[in-house]
C-alpha cells in the first residue's frame, strides 16, 4: 500500500521569505501527487496537481511542485510567502488506477509579519 | 452552486449512540469518499463508493457504516463500536469520466463524543 510522509509537522515563516515543504511517497509505479490546503476554518482546496508530463508544476497563489521520481518526492515551494499563506497544507497520492487518494499527515505553516 | 454539503457542521453525541453524518453532492460525480481528520494524523480514509450501490473499505473503517443508494449521496454512520468517534470527518467526490482527477472536499463535519 502507498504512503506519503511529510518531515515537517509545523513551519514558521516571516513574511517573503522563501517556502519549500516537503512530501515523499512510496510507490514504485505511476502515481497521481497533490497539494492541498486548508485555511483556517475554511475547507480543503487543491493547490496544485501533477498527472503527466511537466514535472515541473504551478498551481494557484504562486505555489509550485516539482515531481522528481528518483527521490520519490513532490515538494512544495513558494518564492516569498505572506501572512495569508498561514494555513495546513496536505500532500496526497494516487497510486496507478486506484480510485482512493492517501493523505500525509500535513504541515502547519504559520507566517509571522 | 455546485459543490458538496455536510451536515450537520457540529454534533454532539453521547457514548453508546449511532449518528450519521450526512454528505450529499450535485456535481454529477460517480465517486464519493469518507475521510476522518485528527490533529497530527493527516486524513484517514474510512470508505469509498464509486457507484451506486457499492462501496470499499478504507484504512480505518472498523466502527463505521455507508450507503449508496443514489448517486448523489453517501451517509456515514458512526457506530458505538467506533472506540475514539470524536473527530472532524470529512466528505469528497470526484468524477470519474476523462480519466484521473482531483477530489473536492465538503466543508465537514464534527463530531463530539460526551
Known amino acids: 500500500a502507498q504512503s506519503v510522509s511529510q518531515h515537517n509537522h509545523h513551519v514558521i515563516l516571516s513574511e517573503a521569505a522563501s517556502l519549500e515543504l516537503g512530501c515523499n511517497y512510496s510507490?514504485?509505479?505511476?502515481?497521481?501527487l497533490f497539494w492541498y490546503v486548508q485555511y483556517p476554518g475554511q475547507h480543503l482546496q487543491l493547490l496544485l496537481k501533477y498527472f503527466s508530463g511537466d514535472p515541473l508544476v504551478k498551481g494557484i497563489k504562486g505555489f509550485e511542485a516539482e515531481f522528481i521520481k528518483s527521490k520519490f518526492s513532490f515538494n512544495l515551494r513558494k518564492p516569498s510567502v505572506q501572512w495569508s499563506d498561514t494555513a495546513e497544507y496536505f500532500c496526497a497520492v494516487r497510486a496507478g488506477t486506484a480510485s482512493k487518494l492517501t493523505f500525509g499527515t500535513g504541515t502547519r505553516l504559520q507566517v509571522t509579519l | 452552486d455546485g459543490g458538496i454539503t455536510q451536515s450537520p457542521k457540529y454534533l454532539f453525541r453521547k457514548e453508546g449512540q449511532n449518528v450519521t453524518l450526512s454528505c450529499e453532492q450535485n456535481?454529477?460525480?460517480?465517486?464519493m469518499y469518507w475521510y476522518r481528520q485528527d490533529p497530527g494524523q493527516g486524513l484517514r480514509l474510512i470508505y469509498y463508493s464509486q457507484i451506486v450501490n457499492d462501496f470499499q473499505k478504507g484504512d480505518i473503517a472498523e466502527g463505521y457504516s455507508v450507503s449508496r443508494e443514489k448517486k448523489e449521496s453517501f451517509p456515514l454512520t458512526v457506530t458505538s463500536a467506533q472506540k475514539n468517534p470524536t473527530a472532524f470527518y470529512l466528505c469528497a467526490s470526484r468524477g470519474l469520466a476523462g480519466g484521473p482527477g482531483e477530489l473536492f472536499f465538503g466543508e465537514g463535519s464534527r463530531l463530539t463524543v460526551l
Open positions: 456535481l454529477n460525480h460517480d465517486a
Open positions: 510507490y514504485g509505479g505511476t502515481v497521481n
